[in-house]
């Protein structure tokens, strides 16, 4: 059983950055692959980034690559998604996710999500 706590969110003019972080509970965090979603009014989620169990291995979608970092410090049980140079398009409910295995891109082969936290972008 892993919980999973975003923070971070905020309001941004477009050009700012905001870094979001996941806290995760339970003793086997650095198991885990670990992905960054987000849900924008009237779209379905969508993938953002994952990283893998030890952080070697990252994927971005094409929309933020460049953008958005993902990294983790199994450590302190966080993840984070560094979000640079944010476009109003950016603006979404973002989640954190954790997969018992590996990381994916799809959403659904996720074992745990967090609750989400609210970016906005002003243009």
């Known amino acids: 059983q892993v919980q999973l706590v975003e923070s971070g969110g905020g309001l941004v003019q477009a050009g700012g950055s905001l870094r979001l972080s996941c806290a995760a509970s339970?003793?086997?965090?650095?198991?885990?692959?670990m992905g960054w979603f987000r849900q924008a009014p009237g779209k379905e989620r969508e993938f953002v980034a994952t990283?893998?169990?030890?952080?070697?291995?990252?994927s971005y979608a094409d929309s933020v690559k460049g953008r958005f970092t993902i990294s983790r410090d199994n450590a302190k049980n966080t993840v984070y998604l560094q979000m640079n140079s944010l476009k109003p398009e950016d603006t979404a409910v973002y989640y954190c996710?954790?997969?018992?295995?590996?990381?994916?891109?799809?959403?659904?082969?996720?074992?745990?999500w967090g609750q989400g936290t609210q970016v906005t972008v002003s243009s």
């Open positions: 339970g003793r086997t965090f650095s198991n885990y692959g």
């Open positions: 990283i893998s169990r030890s952080g070697s291995i990252t």
């Open positions: 996710a954790a997969h018992r295995s590996y990381s994916s891109t799809l959403g659904y082969e996720y074992d745990y």
